[in-house]
């Protein structure tokens, strides 16, 4: 290929490399304009992916891990290479003790002199109890670290849980202030045909317009409300705030049974995976007590090296090295073992405080819930009841409105009763499902909870 067809094919193939880099923000546009569709299930597995709280965990697990390296290196052999080139130009023998003149024949100074040394350091700790303990307590930690990931992982699963359900809740509300609007405008129009017609005072025409006023304006709240929670969700699930979502799910009652109190409080304590944390901070205590107190103990080292040493590295170099052994004793740090004894004895009476209160918080947090469920299914029962008589109130107040008998007061307060009475049950439904995810979380099955 000649050099003019090169310059000709990058020619030709410009305008294509260019179109694509066009192209390439557009399909990234249209990727987030896609839909998703998003069950809870899906939600739940999202936000334990994406959530912020779920990286920092995994970054928390990472770090003591790398902790407990650093402490299993203290108890493994040390080994270091070293290399250096020196050149004394000058050495008064007098400042190394030597006096001038003590033996003939030897000068006051000597030099200049190179001086080359390579050689391999080598140091082991034989014998260090301390370290050990110190390390067991490293791994605890890290063990704390790893449950409590998991634990952030139940904890978003549940905030990504409650999410969807409230989106699931404002999206039903949209269709009930919708309908609350529809029926204010036919009563609007049954008002404007009877004072068209001669037969309703004007005054009730213009309760008619202020009620579909109010009307209309709970359809533009309750479509704000569904905006926040949409994006509430899609912040905790990870995915771009402009990208649209399809709910699969539809806002219902449970049918589900409540478990007994023995036998949940039972699955609690078995599952929660708060004492679990509790267990392993308190074990590291003690093995932060057990290591201060150990610190005092002898430890055995043994150090050495080997390599050349010489004039140059190929001048006169000889192999020359050393073997030995140490022990070293701690009989005054500046009281350096006892704070840290002291440290480690307040965490572990703060641990078992902790161990303790979590165990009551689990015992509350499970009756709380039992508690809540209860509720929550009266709660629907009688907003349900409540609303089936505000459809009646309603039916019976447009019957006499239409009929002529009395004004279209009883008819608006009607209709505001029934617009309440809708809301009171998409409420209590949300409330339903609320308290059976808040049950899920207390039992330590939030990523569990599904319709």
Known sequence: MTKKDKIRLKKRDCPLFLLLILIWPLNLSAENSVPLDLSIQQAIAMAIKNNLTMKLAKAQTT????????????????????????????????????????????PGSIGPYNVFDARLHLVDNVLDLSAVQSLRAARRQNEMAV??????????????????????????????????????????????????????????????????????????????????????????????????????????????SAPPLADSLSKAYSARLEIQVEKKSLESAKLTLSAAHLSRIPTVTINGDYGLSGITPTQDDIPTGNLGAGLMWRFFTGGQIRSQATAAISQMERAAAEFEDTKVQIDQDVRTALLELQAAEEEVETSSQTKKLAELELNLAENR??????????LVRAQDSMAEARNAVVGAIAADNNAWIHLFLSLGKAQQFGF
């Open 63 to 106: 770090e003591s891990r790398s902790q407990v390296l650093q402490g299993a290196s203290a108890l493994l052999p040390q080994v270091i290479g070293t290399m250096s080139e020196n050149r004394t130009y000058k050495l008064n023998l007098a400042a190394m003790g030597f006096t001038p003149g003590l033996l003939p024949g030897i």
């Open 147 to 256: 449950l409590g990931e998991k634990l952030a992982a139940e904890q978003v699963a549940a905030a990504a849980a409650l999410a969807y359900v409230d989106d699931l809740r404002t999206q039903k509300e949209i269709i009930a202030a919708k309908a609350d609007e529809t029926l204010a405008l036919e009563l609007l129009k049954l008002a404007q045909d009877k004072v068209n017609s001669g037969t309703a005072d004007p005054i009730d025409l213009a309760r008619a317009k202020t009620s579909q006023s109010q009307a209309h304006l709970r359809v533009i709240v309750a479509d704000l409300a569904a905006q926040k929670a949409d994006m509430r969700l899609k912040h905790i699930i990870g995915i771009p705030l402009g990208r649209p979502i399809i709910l699969q799910e539809r806002l219902g009652v449970i049918s589900k």
């Open 401 to 410: 409105f239409k009929a002529g008998i009395g004004d279209n007061q009883e």
